[in-house]
């Protein structure tokens, strides 16, 4: 399974951003979609997360700010990054886990990174 993200930039404290990723390959399922990213000299760290039913699970530091969505028919997740603070500055990724259909394994495939930084 392959992801591509895009729609990482510059932008000035209290901004927005959308970030895409879209899903591609063949013979899978997706269980969970979402975000993670990593500051520089800092770990890679959750930013929220979408089930196929569609519950999603924020960071506490992103709280009422940031918003994940899925389209499931288009195999795409979305994040939606309102009111940007400084330290939001960080490489995003993309992941998504789920199973191949026929043989049942499973997978956790990761997306390439966007940047996005945030100016005070």
């Known amino acids: 399974v392959q992801l591509q993200a895009s729609g990482g930039g510059l932008v000035q404290a209290g901004g927005s951003l959308r970030l895409s990723c879209a899903a591609s390959?063949?013979?899978?399922?997706?269980?969970?979609m979402g975000w993670y990213r990593q500051a520089p000299g800092k770990r890679r760290e959750l930013v929220a997360t979408?089930?196929?039913?569609?519950?999603?699970n924020y960071a506490d530091s992103v709280e009422g700010r940031f918003t994940c969505s899925r389209d499931s028919t288009k195999n795409t997740v979305y994040l939606q990054m309102n009111n940007l603070k400084p330290e939001d500055t960080a490489v995003y990724y993309c992941n998504a886990k789920g199973y191949r259909l026929g043989s049942g394994g499973t997978y956790d495939s990761w997306g390439q990174g966007t940047q996005v930084t945030v100016s005070s």
């Open positions: 979408i089930t196929r039913g569609g519950f999603t």
């Open positions: 390959g063949s013979g899978f399922s997706i269980n969970i």
